[in-house]
């Protein structure tokens, strides 16, 4: 199946798992079964269904042929280049493409010079009048060509200015990449950061793809390392044929893909140019040996199985696909790495979208069911009292009575201690945002930031950076700790409550922010390999880099803490919500009990009439019940692994 095939029928997976989740909300809303917390939770779930995206990078030393490679798997049906590919350094700022209906196709481009500032791009995103917008004409391939060519823009600045912008000059020996030229100035990227807007199918479906310039430049933006690339769901990891895996290619892929070990999934390596070996003074076999001896060769250096390398040439598949010749495209072989670019990322995503709607789904769903059991089993207890009175004297009534008003007392009593419950859980979630709180955050960014401006030495800086830390993560123990004292006594709470008014509670929701403690880990090794190759004594471009650097890790912990705020905040609903929902609805219960009896009591002869009555409720309740499960039914069999099985409709 090609990329477009798969990426259409999970684009189709989505949608119908979607159109189920809408009928299931629509299905409580016409039975009255919803509430605000359900109704949030689904809302959000089918925002993010709406808003899923599938990040793919491509990412290699320059010159490899990321640019090419990207032509020729996605827009060679443009008949023509669409990004700028050439010899030399040709893309000079990150560039993304993707498509939002919300806006005129267009390329967005952030000037270099806001890296002078400390706000990261995506900062930067939330402000359009910061980016140059330059309209597309979609429809003419030499129109998206000509504009798509100011990624490649670059400009001369005084050295003083390249260093302020972050740049690390060369001394001229070497392969440095910013240099002083003879006119005494320095050449540099114009743009920092390129978007580009345009309605192509697949980036439609939600594809953005991630075109990367070499080395140096994304060593010099951290949003890169910290969070584009960890969060792109495949990255493809390019090398040329020609060059072999090079000492910087070796550095690109341990730096920034081959971490985390084999466990990750979606890393493709891609040995392009293979064209290079076409000679036409040896045989098919002799080629395709020599072939595969580099791809033994590159997966050796790299440490990862033979079958991860793919060899290809995307400059000949680009020609094969434009001219329609299918022996050149299939001697390029790049259908075979499109193959397993979409077994590889397609189930990688779909399998995090499923665990994610899952869980979300599952517990608004549960809730459902358990309101409508405890229905049930409130109505069949009525049902038992009424059938028992049949042909009783007026003596027993009311002796039944008085039983249902003694129900009442005490659960009225009962009450008394969730209100006391609710208070405290309260006062310990005010806890629990007091140390997961942004405002402290803000505050310890603050400190640190000073420190960094006053600091002379390495030490100074490492310190405070080390200090930034340890009291976040002294931040998210403290919340731990809360977390833990919230969960003992909901677990208390629920059972009490189960055991004695019978209601339907299950168990509270479990809740921990271990994956925030994982994200720090991550965030403080990056640091730390980062300032060791800063080691040695400062000079001011060090301390201004290692600044713009510390601004990008806080915007990341930032970040962490904000989805730790969130999640707490859903989990405190979660917890709370279905005690809410149980105690409403018993107390309804309890009520109708006792005036059904009091009925009766008045008038012996509407026994059998208000029996009958209820059998009917019953007959609904269970209708209802049966209706769930169908629903319910069919948006888990959309989560089922096999049943998710992609399939082109
Ligand atoms: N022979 C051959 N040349 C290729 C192939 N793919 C790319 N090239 C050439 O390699 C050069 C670099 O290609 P680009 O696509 O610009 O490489 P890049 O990795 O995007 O480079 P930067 O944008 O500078 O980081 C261009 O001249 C391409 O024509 C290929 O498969 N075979
Ligand atoms: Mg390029």
């Not at 267009?106 to 010079?113: D, G, K, T, V, Y």
């Not at 910061?130 to 391939?141: F, I, T, Y």
């Not at 077994?343 to 459902?368: C, H, M, N, W």
């Amino acid at each position: 199946m090609t990329l477009a095939h798969q990426l259409a029928a999970y684009t189709e997976w989505r949608s119908r798992l979607s159109a189920n989740i809408s009928q299931f909300r629509t299905w409580l809303v016409d039975n009255e079964l919803s509430d605000a917390q359900s109704d949030l939770r689904l809302n959000q779930l089918l925002e993010r269904l709406r808003e899923d995206r599938l990040n793919v990078a491509f990412v290699a030393e320059f010159s490899r042929g990321k640019s090419e490679l990207i032509n020729a798997i996605f827009f060679a049906d443009y008949g023509n280049r669409i990004l700028p590919s050439s010899a030399g350094r040709t893309t000079m700022c990150p560039t993304e493409l993707l498509y939002d209906p919300d806006k005129a196709p267009r390329i967005e481009l952030l000037p270099i010079q806001t890296r002078a500032a400390n706000g990261s791009v995506s900062e930067y995103k939330r402000y359009p009048e910061e980016w140059l917008m330059v309209p597309v004409d979609v429809d003419s391939a030499d129109v998206m060509h000509e504009a798509l060519s100011h990624v490649s823009e670059t400009m001369r600045v005084t050295p003083q200015e390249a260093e302020r912008l972050g740049f690390e000059l060369g001394d001229g020996a070497g392969s440095d990449l910013y240099r002083v030229g003879t006119d005494g100035l320095v050449e540099i990227p114009r743009w920092r950061h390129a978007v580009i807007n345009f309605p192509h199918p697949l980036l439609k479906q939600g594809l953005v793809i991630l075109d990367t310039p070499g080395l140096n430049a994304i060593g010099a933006e951290p949003e890169l390392t910290l969070s584009l690339l960890p969060n792109a769901h495949a990255i493809l990891f390019i090398l040329a044929a020609d060059t072999g895996v090079t000492q910087s290619d070796l550095n690109i892929w341990k730096e920034h893909i081959g971490d985390g070990g084999s466990a990750r999934r979606g890393r493709v390596v891609v040995l392009n140019k293979i064209d290079g070996q076409w000679d036409e003074l040896k045989t098919r076999t002799a080629i395709d040996a020599e072939i595969a001896r580099q791809v033994t060769s590159c997966a050796a250096i790299l440490d990862l199985p033979e079958r991860q390398v793919f060899p290809v040439s995307a400059q000949k598949g680009l020609v094969a696909k434009i001219n329609g010749d299918a022996a050149l495209l299939e001697r390029s072989r790049l259908p075979i790495l499109e193959a397993a670019l979409s077994g590889e990322l397609i189930p990688a995503k779909q399998d995090i979208v499923r665990d994610s709607t899952e869980s979300e789904f599952g517990e608004v769903s549960l809730r459902v069911r358990g309101l409508l059991e405890s229905r049930l089993a409130g109505l069949r207890e009525q049902l038992g009292e009424l059938t028992e009175l049949r042909g009783k004297n007026k003596g027993v009534v009311e002796y039944m009575m008085g039983k249902v008003r003694a129900d009442k007392v005490e659960f009225e009593t009962g009450l008394q201690r969730y209100y006391a419950v609710r208070s405290v859980f309260s006062t310990l979630s005010n806890n629990l945002f007091g140390h997961l709180g942004l405002d402290a955050l803000r505050h310890l960014t603050q400190e640190t930031r000073s420190a960094m401006v006053e600091a002379n030495f390495s030490r100074t800086l490492s310190d405070a950076m080390g200090n930034f830390f340890s009291r976040s993560r002294y931040a998210l123990a403290r919340s731990t700790g809360e977390i833990g004292e919230i969960q003992n006594m909901m677990d208390a709470v629920y059972k009490k409550f189960t055991v004695e008014h019978g209601l339907k509670l299950g168990k509270p929701a479990a809740f921990s922010l271990l994956r925030y403690d994982k994200e720090l880990d991550r965030l403080e090794a990056w640091c730390n390999t980062h300032l060791n190759t800063m080691r040695s004594l400062l000079t001011l471009d060090k301390k201004n880099l290692t600044q713009k650097f510390f601004e990008e890790v806080a915007v990341q912990v930032r970040r962490a803490f904000e989805r730790a705020n969130k999640d707490a905040e859903t989990w405190l609903r979660a917890i709370m919500a279905p005690m809410e929902t149980q105690v409403r609805e018993h107390q309804i219960q309890l009520k109708r009990r006792l005036e059904s009896i009091k009925r009766i009591h008045q008038a012996t002869d509407t026994l059998e009439d208000r029996i009958a009555e209820l059998e009917s409720v019953e007959k609904d309740l269970l209708r209802q019940i049966n209706a769930l499960e169908a629903v319910v039914g069919r948006v888990r069999g959309l989560l089922l692994p096999q049943q998710a099985q992609l399939q082109v409709a």
